[in-house]
Nanobody
């Protein structure tokens, strides 16, 4: 059974930094990512990383956020720097688990990030 445990959310002032972490278990994973959903808005991709190390970022976070994955530990982290009020959202860990040569999507429970003075 695939399980995701997220940590690292909280309240931070504009310009500050936070690191989100997600530990996955129960399978191998071909891709791991972070999504976010602000109040009243659709969930959007923030950043993703494949098991091969390829990364992808939303334009709004390029240069400020860094995603990193550890295949051996099945963890993915999101280092967020120079945070802005518009980064306020619930952040979700997302993985594609490889089970019997097929990919299955799983979501974490979400962690709140609030950027405010």
């Amino acid at each position: 059974q695939v399980q995701l445990v997220e940590s690292g959310g909280g309240l931070v002032q504009p310009g500050g930094s936070l690191t989100l972490s997600c530990a996955a278990s129960g399978s191998s994973f071909s891709s791991m990512a972070w999504y976010r959903q602000a109040s009243g808005k659709q969930r959007e991709l923030v950043a993703s990383v494949t098991s091969a190390g390829s990364t992808n970022y939303a334009d709004s976070v390029k240069g400020r956020f860094t995603i990193s994955g550890d295949n051996a530990k099945n963890t993915v982290s999101l280092q967020m720097n120079n945070l802005k009020s518009e980064d306020t959202a619930v952040y979700y860990c997302y993985v594609i688990a490889v089970i019997r040569d097929m990919g299955f999507q799983f979501w974490g429970q979400g962690t709140q990030v609030t950027v405010s003075s």
